[in-house]
């Protein structure tokens, strides 16, 4: 069991190929979940990270993101960072337009969202968010 | 997604999760109640796990048509991550919306 925690703690980066679609995101908050409570990081703080990387993927599949996109998922000490690629033509406007859920608000529950000027001049998002442990 | 009973009360109860994909059931639900003629809701989440922006938006949608019923929306949850997002939204400060923690609180409210 040791040998075991010891290997699922070291930097182990998971990638997905997801279909732009909204039925796949529960998808993807299971994938992330999985991944952190296998290094039993705090379920409230894992909830947090849920809904800011959620709430991107909703609001990006809604601004007509219709290919598949990318994902990679690393875990480091206790630093979680999740990096979205091919995002085709994604415009960051379409994530401050909810009349409900403000955006601004929700990406305090983390420690950073950047956005950053990929390969082909394309939008790519990293997501990090600090952890404590139970 | 079902809807019951409670101190007379239609009770629309949802679990697991409610997001994007899931939203437009948890909206038609609440609609049926209305249109048989309720004005006041019981939503229960006691078995939700998570809910997002499109839960939220199907829930202050359904709160201003009870609003202007002069009817109440009632939302039964206990768990920790869905009374914060709850409240990060401020919905809980609406006029017409109660947040209970189980149905014995919702009787009490009442």
């Known amino acids: ?134 | 997604m079902e809807v019951n009973v409670y101190e007379g009360l239609p009770v629309v109860e949802a679990a697991g999760e409610i997001d994007h994909w899931r939203a437009p059931e948890l909206e038609q639900k609440i609609n049926e109640v209305i249109e048989k003629g309720n004005n006041k809701i019981i939503v229960d989440f006691s078995n939700l796990t998570y809910i997002d922006s499109g839960g939220i938006s199907v829930l202050f949608l359904q709160l201003q048509k009870l609003k202007s019923l002069k009817g109440r929306l009632i939302v039964i949850t206990g768990n920790k991550n869905i009374i914060k997002i709850l409240s990060l939204v401020k919905i809980t400060q609406q006029e017409g919306f109660s947040l209970c923690s189980d149905k014995e609180k919702v009787k009490q409210s009442l």
């Open chain 1, 1 to 134: 069991m040791a040998l075991l925690k010891k290997s699922l703690n070291k930097n182990q980066a998971i990638s997905l190929k997801i279909p732009a679609e909204a039925s796949f995101i529960s998808l993807v908050r299971l994938v992330v979940a999985a991944h952190l409570r296998e290094n039993s990081v705090f379920e409230e703080e894992l909830e947090d990270l849920k809904l800011v990387l959620s709430e991107f993927l909703a609001k990006a599949i809604e601004a007509h993101l219709t290919e598949i996109f990318s994902l990679e998922i690393s875990f480091e000490k206790d630093l979680a960072t999740i990096l979205i690629q091919n995002l085709e033509e994604f415009k960051p406007d379409a994530l401050f337009n909810s009349r409900y859920l403000n955006f601004e608000a929700i990406i305090s529950l983390i420690d950073d969202f950047d956005l950053i000027l990929g390969e082909k001049q394309r939008i790519e998002v990293k997501i990090t968010k600090r952890f404590n442990f139970q």
